[in-house]
């Protein structure tokens, strides 16, 4: 089907004013994301459904006219999978309630909400009670916990995925399913157990989902956070102590530690601890004495309701000018040990100059940081072939991302993305594991890197309930017959490290550097110029898309 008939099929069912078209600034503000090497990808049609009768129709109209449809919640995909080329997007966030049910200690949220409304209704209930879910406040709830769903409570109560307990999906039949783990038929339970990790756009579209409520272990449901940092190189030493300390002992469960090595004002290089303790503050600077007598040169520790440190996290600002890269490592527990903190050191001082960090530090300038989320815990608990998230083992889910803001740097970022690949997969889980979350399509095999030696029982899921691979990205999981890629993925129990070279010749690296070259182009900083309002900034994005379409230039995505 054309997409003039597309969009007249879509007109005839649908209300004209949630069927946004390229040119519109509501279009423009439907289909942002934060990343500038992305942000330009052009969908024939953006969908705001407002039912789950209306998602049934949208997935019945695509399906039977040929057309590729992605699902857009909270638009955090690193690698912009939410949106496609010349496709539908389906926009989630016109259903974004959800309702606390305090006697039974879960939450019911629709699929299109995200983390910042689910919080307010939870506050609003008992300021005492948590809900396993994202730091960002800005982050989709039901893509968030698809993925696995790593919590600064998690080491406390799990994974966002190990809170499920059930959730209502439309099939690419355009069937409405809801399914739990004592489903009594095994085919739903197969697919409750691949949405448990196992990755959104993969198997239909979240509708819904309920999950568990925890009250915290401070009777007045306070928590301690707050941050510890040194200055690198000058107090190199006392860091390295703090992080051989870290490794070395295991912490209690109520205690989150993320490490963080980045660039703060004047260049100054820092290595840091990012603090979350479920409890009061005596107990909290019990389980930190360690890290405190190793003379941080800045100590930020206050102790205050949770939702309080929930507003000081960021999302993607619409007026957001940087292009981005991410690429993640799930490392055991002890495994950082001095070659590894003497790596990202490295890395991440070779960073500085490569990007061109400044003195300045704003938001929108060149950045590289090297950060772990710090699990284990309850997340160790459960066995990997409970969830379709198989990294059980792991207790520092690693993520090293580089921002910048001139355009001609993207090949050498690449190159030293390989570089930083080949320096920190040795050290990862079989030295292959990596985060859905935090989704890299310049991850080798990923995969076993994802989901390890769950993949095969994906796969099965995903025959049953999208066999000719309707729901699809380039990582998506594939039918074991027809669609995309698909046959039976041989697992192996440890992958060889592969050089700088072979990461990038890889068929996913060089996917990924043909998106660049085509998108990043089409929109700069320089091109966005100065903008004082998110009203300004989708204006200019909307004046952007229409000299593109006036062009008459095809992307890829």
């Known amino acids: 089907m054309s ?9 005839k069912r649908f209300a004209p004013q949630r069927i946004l078209q390229p040119g519109t600034r509501e279009y423009s503000d439907a289909v942002f994301i934060g990343n500038l090497n992305y942000r330009m990808t052009m969908p024939a049609a953006v969908v705001q459904a407002r039912s789950v009768q209306e998602v049934q129709e949208v997935v019945a109209i695509a399906r039977q006219s040929g057309t590729r449809l992605t699902v857009k919640n909270g638009g955090h995909s690193y690698m912009g999978y939410c949106l496609n080329e010349g496709g539908v997007v389906l926009d989630m966030s016109l259903m974004n309630d959800c309702s606390i049910d305090t006697a039974a200690m879960t939450v019911t949220i629709q699929g299109g909400a995200i983390w910042k409304t689910v919080y307010k209704a939870l506050l609003e209930q008992n300021d005492q009670y948590i809900i396993i879910g994202g730091q ?17 409570f998690s080491r406390s109560y799990g994974l966002g995925c190990d809170n499920l307990l059930s959730m209502t999906v439309v099939t ?20 409750f157990w691949a949405l448990t990790g196992g990755g959104g756009g993969n198997f239909g579209v979240t509708v819904s989902m309920t999950c568990k409520i925890h009250k915290l272990s401070d009777e007045d449901g306070n928590v301690v956070c707050g941050d510890l940092t040194w200055k690198l190189p000058q107090q190199q030493e006392l860091f390295q102590a703090a992080m051989d300390a870290f490794n070395s002992k295991e912490c209690p469960k109520e205690l989150t530690v993320d490490a963080l090595w980045t660039h703060g004002k004047r260049k100054q290089f820092t290595g840091g601890m990012t ?17 405190l007598a190793l003379g941080p040169c800045k100590i930020a520790l206050e102790e205050r309701k949770w939702v309080d440190w929930v507003e000081h996290s960021e999302g993607w ?10 690429a993640s490592f799930i490392f055991a527990e002890g495994a950082i040990t001095r070659e590894v903190t003497a790596k990202i050191y490295q890395l991440v001082s070779e960073a500085a100059g490569l990007l061109g960090i400044t003195g300045s530090n704003d938001k929108d300038t060149a950045k590289c940081h090297v950060l772990w989320d710090h699990i284990g815990g309850e997340t160790a608990r459960v066995a990997a072939e409970d969830t379709a998230f198989f990294w059980r083992q792991g207790h520092y889910v690693t993520t090293i991302k580089l921002q910048w803001t001139d355009v001609s740097k993207r090949e050498q970022v690449m190159e030293f993305i390989a570089k930083c690949k080949a320096e920190l997969l040795p050290h990862a889980i079989q030295q ?31 025959t049953t309930w999208d066999p000719t691979d309707f729901f699809w990205n380039m990582q998506s999981v594939k039918p074991l017959d027809g669609g995309v890629g698909g046959g039976a993925q041989v697992i192996h129990e440890e992958l060889p490290v592969p050089s700088p070279k072979e990461i990038l010749a890889s068929a996913g690296l060089q996917q990924v550097r043909k998106w660049w070259n085509v998108y990043a182009p089409r929109v700069t900083p320089e091109s966005l110029g100065t903008l004082d309002s998110e009203g300004q900034a989708i204006e200019r994005d909307c004046e952007i ?3 593109i379409l006036a062009g008459g230039v095809n992307g890829y995505h």
């Open 3 to 11: 997409s003039d008939g597309l969009i007249s099929t879509l007109k």
């Open 136 to 152: 960002c406040p800005y982050v989709g709830a039901s893509g968030f916990t698809l993925g696995g769903g790593l919590s600064p």
């Open 172 to 191: 690419a039949g355009s069937e409405v399913v809801t399914v739990s783990r004592d489903d009594e038929d095994e085919a739903r339970r197969d697919l």
């Open 275 to 291: 603090v979350i303790y479920n409890g009061g503050m005596a107990k909290a600077r019990d389980a930190l004495a360690p890290y």
């Open 317 to 326: 600002d619409t007026r957001s000018q940087v292009y981005h890269h991410h």
């Open 432 to 462: 292959k594991a990596a985060y859905l979350n935090y989704i890299d399509g310049t991850v080798l095999d990923w995969q076993e890197a994802y989901y390890g030696a769950n993949y095969p029982r994906l796969q099965r899921a995903k």
């Open 545 to 547: 898309r229409n000299s």
